[in-house]
């Protein structure tokens, strides 16, 4: 089967967009299809994930930054506040130019349709014209977040009568994220619909989300998870020397949208124990850290807090392997209750105990219980109890326990792109 596939996010760049992309490309390519992918270049996020798909099959094109004054403005905004060194107590600057910030919200609004990525779109289209010139694929796979990758499919589509699928890892207009006025999304959705409605079939990443697309699209629907790489870790866990309890999180934090306070108001009933514990964040968002560091503050337990920067993808999978605890913040929305993040599949394939934070009625939630992963929880009294058990298992010097070998079974990327592999095959025809 010849593959087209279409993704603004590709390896090296450091998304976890980027890392479903590359893996898809690259298990699609082993199972023997022939796959091209189309994506830009240079994107603003770290250089340090592998490309481990062929580089001659890669075409990257440049893009335009159609929100820059906007990135521009917010970054100015938190100049010189870094997250590692707001951990002091510094907080980040406010800028006098409010007003001026204002207007470039606005300005976003009204030039970055439907996405931040829209300058691509040309570029991605002329991109995909020139291949379709010299081989025509027998499927497009568009992946989206951002949507524009949804409408060059949709154009060449349009031009050529290739099929196309969309791959939603998270919806569009009715995704959690989504935060433009109401008269943006009344255009937005109008779009959307426009667009979906030429593809031959859809993906998502879990069951919910899929059944609001099978709702609304009269077209086939799979589920593919984001699933894990096992190759990816480091061979085996690092033990820890000392006594202390490691609880780790790793990726960005969304203020106003995840919290840790229930762990931390844990922490403070625990009184003279909760020395033993150490906390690090590892990750971006200067906001997101800044509303940790706060709740840590107001708990009275920030001296047990470690706010660290982002770390390259493969180090991150180190710090999980070697964690005692691994820490994931649900959403409190009740929009994300069909939403899987991608760590939480990272959290899984290095196999340390998960310690989840927030609303138990989600299927990130249910995951975790269905796979006796860890405890999902947001009462401190619950939780402190867990935590004094690991407390004590650590001061005998015992090491806290891997979950059941189960607790990852059939979640490999590798076994996860069979499915997608299937569907394609089911659309297309032939193998």
């Known amino acids: 089967m010849r593959i087209l596939l279409l993704s603004y996010f590709f390896p090296p760049y450091n998304v976890i967009a980027s890392v479903r992309a590359g893996k898809t490309a690259t298990y699609l390519h082993q199972f023997g299809h ?3 992918v189309v994506t830009a270049r240079p994107l603003p996020y770290p250089v340090d994930l592998p490309v481990e798909f062929p580089p001659d099959r890669i075409f990257a094109t440049r893009w335009l930054d159609i929100s820059w004054p906007h990135t521009l403005a917010t970054r100015f905004r938190h100049r010189g506040a870094s997250v590692a060194g707001l951990v002091g107590g510094a907080q980040p600057l406010r800028s006098p130019y409010h007003l001026a910030i204002r207007l470039l919200d606005i300005y976003r609004i009204l030039l970055a349709f439907p996405d931040d990525a829209i300058g691509w779109f040309q570029f991605g ?44 890892r998270d919806l569009w207009t009715d995704n959690h994220y989504y935060t433009f006025p109401m008269w943006r999304r009344v255009l937005e959705t109008w779009l959307e619909r426009r667009t979906l409605r030429t593809a031959a079939g859809l993906v998502t990443v879990s069951e919910p989300l899929a059944q609001t697309l099978r709702l609304r699209y009269d077209m086939p629907v799979s589920v593919v998870l984001n699933g894990f790489d096992p190759a990816d870790y ?3 866990r690092r033990l820890q020397p000392d006594r202390f309890l490691r609880i780790v999180y790793t990726g960005n934090v969304y203020a106003g949208k995840q919290s840790a306070g229930a762990l931390f108001a844990t922490l403070q009933r625990l009184g003279s124990r909760a020395g033993q514990v150490r906390v690090a964040f590892y990750g971006w968002g200067v906001q997101g850290m800044v509303s940790i560091i706060s709740e840590a503050q107001h708990y009275g337990v920030a001296h047990v807090l470690e706010v660290k920067d982002a770390v390259p993808h493969h180090e991150a999978l180190g710090l999980q392997r070697a964690a005692d605890v691994l820490l994931l913040l649900l959403w409190n929305d009740p929009r994300e209750r069909g939403v899987y993040t991608g760590k939480l599949f990272e959290y899984l394939g290095a196999r340390r105990p998960i310690l989840a934070i927030g609303p138990a009625d989600n299927v990130a939630a249910t995951l975790i219980r269905e796979r006796q992963a860890g405890m999902v929880s947001s009462d401190p009294a619950e939780i402190a109890d867990q935590l004094a058990c690991w407390l004590d298992m650590k001061e005998c010097g015992a090491d806290i326990p891997d979950p059941p070998a189960s607790v990852a079974a059939g979640l490999s990327r590798e076994e996860q792109t069979r499915r997608l592999e299937r569907f394609l095959i089911q659309i297309v025809g032939k193998p």
Do not use: C, F, Y
């Open 234 to 236: 480091p061979p085996a």
């Open 34 to 36: 022939d796959v091209r």
């Open 125 to 168: 289209w002329a991109q995909g014209e020139r291949l379709l010139k010299k081989w025509r694929p027998d499927v497009i796979v568009a992946s989206s977040r951002p949507p524009t990758s949804l409408l060059i499919a949709a154009a060449l589509r349009q031009r050529h009568g290739v099929p196309w699928v969309g791959e939603l």
